[in-house]
T-cell receptor, first 116, second 117 residues
Framework: AQTVTQSQPEMSVQEAETVTLSCTYD???????LFWYKQPPSRQMILVIRQEAYKQQNATENRFSVNFQKAAKSFSLKISDSQLGDAAMYFC?????????????FGQGTTLQVKP | GAVVSQHPSWVICKSGTSVKIECRSL??????MFWYRQFPKQSLMLMATSNEGSKATYEQGVEKDKFLINHASLTLSTLTVTSAHPEDSSFYICSARPFSQGYDGYTFGSGTRLTVV
C-alpha cells in the first residue's frame, strides 16, 4: 500500500525568508503524481504544485518549487520569499497514475507559521 | 476552472437524527467523487470513493450503514450521516475528479462542519 509521510508537524519561517517542507512516500508504482496542497484557516484545499513522476525536471510555481528525488522517494516543497499569507497547513499527497480510483493519499500535514 | 460546491457549510443536529451533505460539480462532469473526514489539525482521511451509477467503495473501518453515499448523477454526490452521534462531529470534505482532466482536476469543496449535540 502507498503511504505518504510528513515528519515535520510544525515549521516556522521569518517573513521574506525561505523554508523547506519535507515529504517522503512509499510506492511500488513507477508512474504516479505528487502534490502539495495548502489548507489555510478557511480549510479550503488549494493546490500549490504538482509533479509527474515521469518528469525529471522539478516543478516550479512562482515562489514554490519542489525537489523531487524519485529514487529516494522524497518530495520536498521550498517556499521562497515567504509571505504572511503562506501561513497554513500543508499536505503532501500521492496519486497513482493508473489507479482505477485515482484517490489521493495524504501525509499527516505540516503547519507553517510565518513570523513578521 | 473546475468548481465544486459543497452544502451546507456547517450544520448542527441532534443525536439520533440524520444529516445530508451535498457535493456538486458546477461546470464539469465528475464520474468520481471522494469523501474525506478531517479532525482538527489532522490530515484528511478518505472515507469512500463515489462512482456515478454504482455503489461507493468504502475505506476499511468506515461504516457503510452510517455513512451513506449516493452518486446518482455526473454532477451530484451526497453523504448522509445516519443516526448521528457526537463522535460523528467532524469536518467533512468532498473532492471531485473531472472526467477528462486527469490529475489536474482534483477539486475540493469548501467543507462541512458537522456538530452533533
Amino acid at each position: 500500500a502507498q503511504t505518504v509521510t510528513q515528519s515535520q508537524p510544525e515549521m516556522s519561517v521569518q517573513e521574506a525568508e525561505t523554508v523547506t517542507l519535507s515529504c517522503t512516500y512509499d510506492t511500488s508504482e513507477s508512474d504516479y503524481y505528487l502534490f502539495w496542497y495548502k489548507q489555510p484557516p478557511s480549510r479550503q484545499m488549494i493546490l500549490v504544485i504538482r509533479q509527474e513522476a515521469y518528469k525529471q525536471q522539478n516543478a516550479t510555481e512562482n515562489r514554490f518549487s519542489v525537489n523531487f528525488q524519485k529514487a529516494a522517494k522524497s518530495f520536498s516543497l521550498k517556499i521562497s520569499d515567504s509571505q504572511l499569507g503562506d501561513a497554513a497547513m500543508y499536505f503532501c499527497a500521492y496519486a497513482a497514475l493508473y489507479s482505477n480510483t485515482g484517490k489521493l493519499i495524504f501525509g499527516q500535514g505540516t503547519t507553517l507559521q510565518v513570523k513578521p | 476552472g473546475a468548481v465544486v460546491s459543497q452544502h451546507p457549510s456547517w450544520v448542527i443536529c441532534k443525536s439520533g437524527t440524520s444529516v445530508k451533505i451535498e457535493c456538486r460539480s458546477l461546470d464539469f462532469q465528475a464520474t468520481t467523487m471522494f469523501w474525506y473526514r478531517q479532525f482538527p489539525k489532522q490530515s484528511l482521511m478518505l472515507m469512500a470513493t463515489s462512482n456515478e451509477g454504482s455503489k461507493a467503495t468504502y475505506e476499511q473501518g468506515v461504516e457503510k450503514d452510517k455513512f451513506l453515499i449516493n452518486h446518482a448523477s455526473l454532477t451530484l454526490s451526497t453523504l448522509t450521516v445516519t443516526s448521528a452521534h457526537p463522535e460523528d462531529s467532524s469536518f467533512y470534505i468532498c473532492s471531485a475528479r473531472p472526467f477528462s482532466q486527469g490529475y489536474d482536476g482534483y477539486t475540493f469543496g469548501s467543507g462541512t462542519r458537522l456538530t452533533v449535540v
